[in-house]
């Protein structure tokens, strides 16, 4: 019998990503973070696949579905960030 893997994805958009703005989270705003954050990416990781989500980012428009492996390169950029980013992605992720 043949094992089916199953891909987990997630869609995030960057260009519309809640950030809350305290710690008891009852106030956030949603911000546009998109080339930010692909800046980020793109300046600040080594390798292939950190190039291509950086692109892949870049060029995105709205909500894009992105694979285990890119969750996960996307979450340890984002542990480099403010708490609140971190938090965000975490919502997203999770």
Not at 59 to 86: H, W
């Amino acid at each position: 019998m043949q094992k089916i893997q199953r891909i987990i994805m997630k869609t995030i958009n960057f260009e519309s990503l809640e950030l809350f703005l305290d710690l008891e989270k009852t106030k956030s705003a949603t911000q546009d973070v998109k080339s930010q954050f692909a800046n980020t990416i793109y300046r600040g990781t080594n390798g292939l696949e950190y190039h291509a989500l950086a692109f892949k980012i870049y060029n995105s428009t709205g909500p894009v579905e992105y694979n285990e492996k890119e969750c996960d390169l996307i979450r340890n950029v984002a542990y480099q960030m403010t708490p609140m980013f971190i938090d965000a992605v975490e919502r997203v992720l999770s």
